[in-house]
């Protein structure tokens, strides 16, 4: 009867081996995790070159101002040709 005994206590140690492969599926799923968090990173560096494209449309406008000042000077020496005309009528 005291040898039956002792085949019990060994069915009990392979029941705690099975629960050891059990945590080791678990680890398994926090990696999986961490590689999400690092797309997400990925979408701000995006969204900073999209802010310099628009310095850039800024300087175009400037330049375009300066073009009209030029057109301004222009009028004036036409009416400097009219005072000429005005001289051979005395005359």
Known sequence: TAIGSSNTLTGNLNQVLGNQNTAIGLSNVIVGNSNLAAGVANSQIGSNNVAVGNSNSQFGNSNTAIG????????????IGNANLAYGNNN
């Open 68 to 79: 009209c000042a030029n057109t301004a000077i222009g009028s004036g020496n036409t009416q």
